[in-house]
């Protein structure tokens, strides 16, 4: 008769559970599943702390998608083993994803945040309007409450979050910046004394994403001529906006994050369909002002046909293309390039990263 089986040592389980690819969060669930041992371990919360310190930053588990058709606006495309139980949402479009959450917006300026994973909806209030009654236009970022303060944003996926929307008011000529806590639901004015360039961003297929560098998160402006453009910069700490300029023709261009941390711009190739280059916004060695842009390095896509750029995965640092046969993603890092899907209609594309709960 076969001796009973006996409990592997916690930390063997342990090691063994480390070893789980975070981009597979199916065999983390079967894992918690395996017996009363595994589960134990997986609901600790000290391993899955452990286990996030040690594979990094958060893995892409999926992209969401916008559409130029109400049947594929808002669309959840997973890349991992990870599946959105609703993965569209017609009746909205994606206007940011950061650390674990979607933002997302009705054609009112009307804000909700969205967990894919627990599939949980924030509806925010609506923001106030200019004292003057005329609309706000302008965009909006979704990001941890402590962005600003030093957080990794390894364990705070389901913690406190702010929502930064930046317009501008024509008729009373400057920035406005208004800033949503979840800690007590409600949106703060923080009025800026610089008026931005003439912008018109809120067109459906022209939604741009931010990026968050250090204490600052950075937005596009598109001008009224569609061919110029205008990087407006938010402090989170000291509140100032300020504005930079793009590099040369920023036509097909968007915001990225280069590999040591400075502000990026990645934007096609001047007369090609399918070249890509890639500039850094460098710092001068004397002082805290910038030299401008300088171009790092040149990508040719694979492919003849004529490509678009539509996004940027910063932790991962994946570039994302569409062409008429779908939407393509490009790893930065090995040049390698998957398919993601093969839908055209799409125009956007925000990944959505994020460590999956071990149950």
Known sequence: MAAPATELPDVLVEDVLFRIPTDDPTTLVRAALVCKQWR??????????????????????????????????????????FRSRRAIKSDRHV??????????QYRNITFAVWDPIKDETWELPEIPFVDD?????????????????GC??????????????????????????????????????????????????FRDHDLVCSELIGNAVHFMFKDDTWKGATIIKYDLVTR????IPTPPKPSNGL??????????????????NNKVILWSRQQAA??????????????????????????????????????????????LKSS???????????????PYTSFYPFY
């Open 40 to 81: 134990r371990l997986t609901s600790d919360p000290g391993l899955r702390r452990r286990y996030r310190e040690l594979h990094g930053a958060p893995p892409m588990l999926g992209v969401l998608c916008n559409g130029i058709y109400v049947t594929c606006k808002a669309r959840f495309v997973s890349t991992s083993s």
């Open 255 to 272: 915001l990225m994050t280069t590999e040591d941390g400075n502000l990026g711009f990645a934007s096609r190739w001047e007369g090609s």
């Open 152 to 201: 990794d944003h390894l364990h705070c996926q389901r913690g406190p979050f702010r929502v930064v929307f930046v317009a501008d008011s024509a008729r009373k000529g400057r920035t406005l910046v208004y800033i949503y806590s979840s800690e007590d639901g409600v949106w703060r004015n923080h009025k800026s004394s610089k008026q931005l360039r003439a912008s018109t961003l």
């Open 286 to 331: 004397t002082s805290n002002a910038y030299d401008g842009w300088v171009p790092i390095r040149v990508i040719q896509l694979p492919t003849v046909l004529p490509a678009n750029l539509v996004g940027f995965a910063t932790g991962v640092r994946i570039l994302f293309f569409t062409t008429r046969n779908g939407v393509y993603a490009m790893d």
């Open 95 to 104: 206007v940011d994803a950061r650390h674990g959450r979607v933002l997302l």
């Open 133 to 149: 009654g005329s609309p706000l236009r302008g965009c909006a970022a979704v990001l941890c409450a402590a962005a600003a303060g």
């Open 336 to 350: 390698k390039t998957k398919t993601i899907c093969m839908n055209n209609g799409f125009y956007r594309v925000f």
């Open 240 to 243: 100032v906006t300020s504005e």
